[in-house]
């Protein structure tokens, strides 16, 4: 028996005690359900000899009926609070990032780099293939494969300002990183909460843009938000509107606002026809400085 063996390997060797910690004992459970008795056994030996059964598994307890009477016995056997241990959802990419950990070897980060450039140069194609696939194209409908779960109608997604074109980032490799000086992420998502808050950015794109007035408050809403947001993030030393330049703001903050939000206007048309994927006309005021 194995208790007889249990028994025997502490006292030939010597042995103040004997612990069995026994990994992934979930299937043991599972393929065992009537047939416990044997456990029940071991468990029973652990009360009166040196001997200690730690069994590590899932929780088990909603595999048998409340009234199994094995079960019953068994569990109250072992010492209780059960010691749950718990990880979090995404361990599994913890453990991917950390093997995947660049080492502070320069020549090694040498290699990694041309290796990581040929391997992007490499996956272009298939890249591009993925993409289309997948319909990461605003001129096509990008929502149709989505499962129902995720399925969104016009009047939601007329809900959302824009659409960032993800494909569009370039990369983060290497050569952008900067070494010196900087502003602690801290600091800096501090200051970004500030300038939320502010709403003179808001008030200046309020007096420079020219609104027709037939345009749909969502998507003037919307262009609105997105140029005060491309304001505040590129040209926060504005304080009046005679502050700005009106040829860079419709480069860097109009301009981009208007093709944000006329992705979203283009996917609404394709599956709801009483939406026009054309935006109102934006213009920009002569401001006398």
Sequence with gaps: MLQDWIRAVIKDNNLYGLIFIWDEFTDFFKNNRTRLSG????????????????????????????????????????????????????????LMGKALEKRQDTHLMDEWQETSEELYERTR???????????????????GDLPGIFRIDGALLDRFHGFIKGWDIPQVNDGMKICGWALNSEYFCTIMHLLREDISYRAIVDQLLEVPDDAYTRDTEAVKRIATAYLKLLFPQV???????????????????????RIIRMQISMFDSSYNSELPQFTIREVAK
């Design 39 to 94: 456990l029940q056994a071991l468990v029973e030996m652990s009360e009166g000899d040196f001997f200690y059964l730690i069994p590590v598994t899932h929780n088990v307890a909603n595999l048998f009926p409340a009234k199994d009477k094995d079960w019953n016995v068994i569990s109250h056997r072992f010492v209780l609070p059960f010691c749950n241990i718990e990880l979090p959802d995404n361990m599994a990419f913890r």
């Design 125 to 143: 194609d298939a890249r591009a293939l993925v993409k289309k696939q997948a319909k990461m194209d605003e001129y096509q409908f990008m929502f």
């Design 239 to 261: 304080k009046t509107v005679e502050d700005v330049n009106p040829k860079e703001f419709k480069r860097y903050c109009l301009t981009p606002a208007c093709k944000m939000r």
